[in-house]
C-alpha cells in the first residue's frame, strides 16, 4: 500500500477506563509501533466501581492475551452468568446461556408454554442454568455435558481494570497527556482534527478518537456524536445503572467495528457510513431493550422493532430478531417474560410430544438443572 | 374476520415441486398433531420442473423430513453439486465458479481475500479460484462429503444437488401420502370466497366436488390461482433490474466427465443453464424478451448442446418480481406463485423451502392469524429483497458491451442498498455486514472478483505480516487444497459406488 496514507498516529481523548481501552486495544492490533497511540487524559472520575463484563469481553481479552490471574487479582474478576437489570415491575435476569432445548423444529419456550398455560410448568427461568447460577451466586466456565448451553462474562473492579488497560497499553507503546488543564483541538478548513494543543504540547493527529461520556461532551461546551465523522471517531456512550455491561461491551464492539473498516489518511465515506450503520443499529436495539425495560409493554412510544418484538412474542411465544442484535433470545425471553406476558400460542410443532412425554422431558431438564447448581454452590463453597 | 376457529384442514393446490415439498414439510412436521392435508392437483395440467440445481439448504430440508440420501438420489437421478461456474459474465471468455464454501482460511481476523489482494501480482499466486476447496473439486471433477471436524480443510464447504425436478415431486408424493396427505385428482375450476369476510372457504373441482379448508396454500405456479385470481394480492414488478422474462428449456445426452457443478453461460440477452443429472443434461436459456426473438434464444440454446436433444425445447413465461403479500388472508402462496427471481443463483427451491420452514415457524392455531401472517411476510420479504440484490451484481458488474441487452444492464440504475455494497468493496474489498439473508461472505465475493469489481486497496493491516510470510502461508494452503481435492472420489464413481445410482 501507499506508506504515506498509512494511519500513523492517533489521538484518543476520555478519563480513565473509557480512554484505556481504546488505547490497549489499538496497540493489541498495532504492534510494533506501526501506529503511535496517544492519550488525552481529560479530567474527572469514574463514580461506579463495579463494571460487568458481557461475555463477549473475553474475545477482547483473547486479542490481549490477558491472563486469567491477572483479572482475578487486579480488577477482582468474578464470573458473571447474567445481567441484573432493574425494570419498571422489578428486577429481571437476563441470563448468559440457553433456556433448555430447542427440539424437533421448536423452539424451547414453546414446550415451556404448553406445559405453562396448563399450570405444569414453574417459570421459564427453571429451565436456564445460567439464571439458576446466577440467581444462588454459583459459577461454572464450562456447561456441564447435557446441560442447556452456558455462558459467562464478569465482575470487575472499576480501578483495578482500568489499571490492567492501561499497564498493557503502556507496555505496548501507548503514551498518556494530562489534560486536566483543558485541551484544544484544531482542525483544518475541512474540519479534520489536525492537532490537538495541549498546555506543553502540541500533538499532531491522522485520526482522533473521542472516548469521553456523552456528559462531558456536553459538559466541554461540545455537541455529542454517535459515530465516525471526517477523521473523529466518538465512541459510543451506552452506561445505564439500570441496565449494566453496555460501557464495555459497546465499547469493544465500537473497535472491532473500526477496526475491520480501518481507515487510510483518505477517509473514504463509504467506510464511516458503514461504520455509522451499525453503530446506529447498536444504538436503536439497545434502546428498545432499555424502553421495554423502563416502561413495559404498554403506553410509551415504541420503535417498529420493538413494537413487533412485543406483538410476536405476545401472539407465538417467538423472539422476532433484527439484525446486528445487541441482546441474545435468551435475554430478550427473559426481559418479554419478566415484563408479565405470556404468549398466547404456543408452536403447533410442539404438539407432536404427547403432554405426558412433555412434562416427564421438563422435569428432566428442571432437575438436571436444580442438581448441576447444587454441585457448583458446593463447589464454590469448598474453594 | 369472523369468530376465530381452530385450523383443522389445510388444502395445498398444485402438485409441482413446491406443492409436494409443502405437503411432505407440513405432514412430516405436523402430520402428528391433528392436522389434515389434502392436496388437488390436476394430471391435466403440466407442472414446470425445471428447478433443478439447488443451494446447500436443501438437504437439511430433505434429512428434517426424513428422507434418505442415497434413494433421494437415485429416484431423482441426483449428482451433487459443489457450485455453480459462471461463464462469459464479466467480459468473453471470463470463467469463475461461486463456491458453496469458504476461500482460504482467515488470519487474525482478517479475511482470507485481503491477503490474496495484496499477493495477487506476484507470480506464484494464481487466481483466488486455486484457494478454495469445492472449486479445486469441481475443476477436477471430485466430490466427497465434507467433514464434521471444524479443524480439517474438508469442512470448508457444503453441497446441493442437481436433480431431476419432474421426478423429485413423485418422490415427494410417496413420502407425504405415506404420512398421511391424502391427494385429490382434479382441476379447480372455482374458488369460494366467504361473503363476509373474503377468506378462502373452498374450492370446486370440475367433478362437481367441493373441497373446504382453514388454510389454503397456493403452488399453482406463475398462475396463482388463489393468491392473484381469487384474492387479487398484486405483484410487485422487479423487471426494471432483472429484465429476463422468458426461458426456454431441453435435456440433452450427458458427454464427458459428470461435473459436480451447474453452470451459467452469459449469452447475447440472457443466459444459458447446464445442469449434469446421472442420465441427461438439462439445459435452458433464460432470455429478455425485449432484447431478442424467441427464435433466436431457441437457437442459441440447441447450438450450443453438448449432445442429442431427447425432447422438444419448452418455452415458459415469467416476471422477475414477487406477490405483494405472500401470505394473504388464509392463503401462503408458495413456489412461483409467490414470486421468481430468475434461476440464475439456483434460488427458487430454495425460496421453496424458506416458505415452508417460515410457515411452520409460524403455523397459525386459529383462522385469527394477521400477526402470523405480519411477520411471515416481512421475513420472506427480507429474503426475496436480498437474493434480488444479489442477482442484480451479476448482471451489472460486467464490462460487455457486445449486446444491446448488456449495455442496457451495465449501465443501468441499480438499488441503493446494491449500489452501497459494491462501493465498499471496490474501495477497500469490505463486505457490507447482516446477519441475514441467504448469500454470506464468500458468494459476494466469488462474484465480485469473479466479474471484476476488484478493490483499491486491501485492508492494511495484512501489512503486519511479513510478505514472505504471507507468500509461504498461501503457498501451502493452495498446496492443500489441491492435494485435498485430487485425494477426493471422482464425482461419476462416487454415486455409484454408494448406491446413489438410478435407473436411466
Known sequence: MEAGKAIRRVVIIGQGLRGWLPAAYLAARFPDGRCQINFV??????????????????????????????????????????????????????????????????????????????????????????????EAGAFLTQTPKGQPALDFGYQLSAAGYCALL?????????????????????????????????????????????????ADVLAAGETPDLGWQGNRLYMPSHCDADLPGLELYSLVEALDRLIALWPDKDFLACEREEYNRLTYAERDRVSDMKTLLEHGVIGVTQSDALARKISVFSNRGRIAAEDHEVFTKPEWLAALIGCGIVPAHYDRLVDRMSLEDLLRWLASIEDGIGRTVEQAKLAARVV | ??????????????????????????????????????????????????????????????????????????????????????????????????????????NAGIGFHHYWLKQKDHPETGPLDLYSLPIMACRMAKFQPPSADPRSVMSTYRYAY?????????????HAEARGVTRHEGKVVEVNLDPECGDIQSVLLESGEVIGG???????????????????????????????????????????????????????????????LQHRTGNGHVYASDFTTDAAAEQALMENLEGAPLADPR?????????????????????LSGGFLEPLESTSIYLIQEGITKLLE???????????????????????????????????????????????????????????????????????????????????????????????????????????????????????????????????????????????
Open chain 1, 166 to 214: 492501561q499497564a498493557y497499553a503502556r507496555g505496548h507503546g501507548a503514551v498518556s497527556f494530562d489534560a486536566a488543564d483543558g485541551f484544544e483541538v484544531r482542525t483544518d478548513e475541512g474540519g479534520f482534527v489536525k492537532t490537538i494543543h495541549l498546555a506543553g504540547a502540541d500533538l499532531e493527529c491522522d485520526m482522533v478518537i473521542d472516548a469521553r461520556t456523552e
Open chain 2, 362 to 504: 409460524h403455523f397459525p392455531h386459529t383462522t385469527d392469524f394477521s400477526d402470523d401472517a405480519e411477520e411471515y411476510n416481512r421475513l420472506i420479504d427480507l429474503e426475496f429483497e436480498r437474493v434480488r440484490d444479489f442477482l442484480i451484481l451479476h448482471y451489472h458488474a460486467t464490462t460487455r458491451a457486445d449486446s444491446e441487452f448488456w449495455t442496457h444492464m451495465r449501465t443501468m440504475d441499480i438499488p441503493a442498498s446494491l449500489a452501497e455494497k459494491i462501493e465498499l468493496f471496490k474501495t477497500r474489498g469490505r463486505i457490507v455486514k447482516y446477519d441475514r439473508g441467504l448469500f454470506l461472505s464468500p458468494s459476494w465475493l466469488a462474484v465480485y472478483l469473479g466479474q471484476g469489481v476488484v478493490p483499491d486497496m486491501y485492508d492494511n493491516r495484512v501489512d503486519l505480516l511479513a510478505d514472505d510470510d504471507i507468500a509461504g502461508h498461501m503457498q501451502g494452503l493452495k498446496s492443500l487444497m489441491h492435494k485435498s481435492a485430487a485425494a477426493m472420489s471422482d464425482h461419476g464413481e462416487y454415486i455409484v459406488a454408494n448406491g446413489m445410482a438410478g435407473a436411466a
Open chain 1, 41 to 134: 487524559e481529560t479530567g474527572g472520575a469514574r463514580t461506579d466501581d463495579v463494571l460487568l463484563a458481557r461475555p463477549s469481553i473475553r474475545r477482547f481479552h483473547q486479542l490481549l492475551q490477558m491472563p486469567e490471574r491477572a483479572l482475578v487479582e487486579t480488577a477482582k474478576a468474578q464470573l458473571s452468568h447474567g445481567v441484573r437489570a432493574r425494570a419498571a415491575g422489578g428486577a429481571i435476569l437476563l441470563p448468559f446461556g440457553q433456556y433448555g432445548y430447542d427440539h424437533a423444529g421448536a423452539e424451547f419456550q414453546q414446550y415451556w408454554c404448553r406445559a405453562f398455560k396448563m399450570g405444569k410448568a414453574g417459570g421459564l427461568g427453571r429451565y436456564n442454568l445460567a439464571a439458576g447460577l446466577a
Open chain 2, 214 to 276: 382453514d388454510l389454503f396454500i397456493d403452488c399453482t405456479g406463475f398462475f396463482g390461482l388463489l393468491i392473484e385470481k381469487a384474492l387479487e394480492t398484486g405483484y410487485e414488478r422487479w423487471t426494471d433490474w432483472l429484465p429476463c422474462d422468458r426461458a426456454v428449456a431441453v435435456p440433452c445426452e450427458s458427454a464427458g466427465p459428470l461435473l459436480p457443478y451447474t453452470r451459467a453461460t452469459a449469452d447475447k440477452a440472457g443466459w444459458r443453464w447446464r445442469i449434469p
Open chain 2, 1 to 106: 374476520m369472523s369468530e376465530a376457529k381452530q385450523i383443522d384442514n389445510v388444502v395445498i393446490i398444485g402438485g409441482g415441486t413446491a406443492g409436494w415439498m409443502s405437503a411432505a414439510g407440513l405432514a412430516s412436521m405436523l402430520g402428528g398433531t391433528g392436522l389434515s392435508i389434502t392436496l388437488i392437483e390436476s394430471e391435466a395440467i403440466g407442472v414446470v420442473g425445471v428447478g433443478e440445481a439447488t443451494l446447500p439448504h436443501i438437504k437439511f430440508f430433505n434429512d428434517s423430513i426424513g428422507i434418505n440420501e442415497a434413494e433421494f438420489m437415485a429416484a431423482t437421478s441426483a449428482t451433487f453439486k459443489l457450485g455453480i461456474e459462471f461463464v462469459d459474465w464479466g467480459r468473453l471468455g471470463d470463467s469463475y465458479i461461486h463456491p458453496f464454501g469458504e476461500y482460504g482460511l482467515s
Open chain 2, 315 to 335: 418455452v415458459l413465461r415469467f416476471v422477475t418480481g414477487k406477490r405483494r403479500k405472500l401470505w394473504n388472508r388464509n392463503c401462503v402462496a408458495i413456489g
Open chain 2, 162 to 174: 442437481q436433480f431431476d425436478a419432474l421426478k423429485y415431486a413423485p418422490f415427494l408424493r410417496k
